[in-house]
């Protein structure tokens, strides 16, 4: 019997991969993948709602089932990725008229806890102009706070 997992020390079962629908985020996804892979872990895609989706949503501009398919059709990417790593999804939102202290790197930490996550991948670069970029601005959030490994991408 041999053993293929790094030898950090680290015990990882679940690998926390929030996603906005960016090109980054969806790379990030794909380091969350290979970790998993690694530790023969799962991955939790986590969909994180912009402020833009919420309120549409809120004010019925926007219909559930079109931000659902965008969600599901891009979780559906990661899993074509994924190969024999186990991904289960969950979408939230990222912000909140109610609690001003929802934003997106507290309900990607709050996530974690929740389905507790031993390792989180985010992307790091903010994207200016991106409508759909919402982790890459809550990454710093993350890293400060976060109680799990982070690695940046």
Known sequence: FCDTRPTTGMDIETVLAPVDGSDESLAAAEYGLAVADAYDASVHALYVLGEESTAGLKAGEIEEQ?????????????????????????????????????????????????????????????????????IEKATEYVIAYASQPVLSV
Do not use: K, M, N
């Not at 074509?80 to 202290?101: C, K, M, N, Y």
């Open 66 to 134: 079109e931000v659902a398919a965008a969600s599901t059709a891009f979780i559906d990417e990661i899993r074509a990725r994924a190969g024999d790593v186990p991904v289960e999804q969950s979408t939230t939102h990222g912000f909140s008229a109610s609690r001003l202290s929802q934003h997106p790197g507290s309900v990607i930490l709050d996530a974690a806890e929740e389905i507790d996550a031993d390792f989180l991948v985010v992307p790091r670069e903010p994207l200016v102009g991106d409508p759909t970029a919402v």
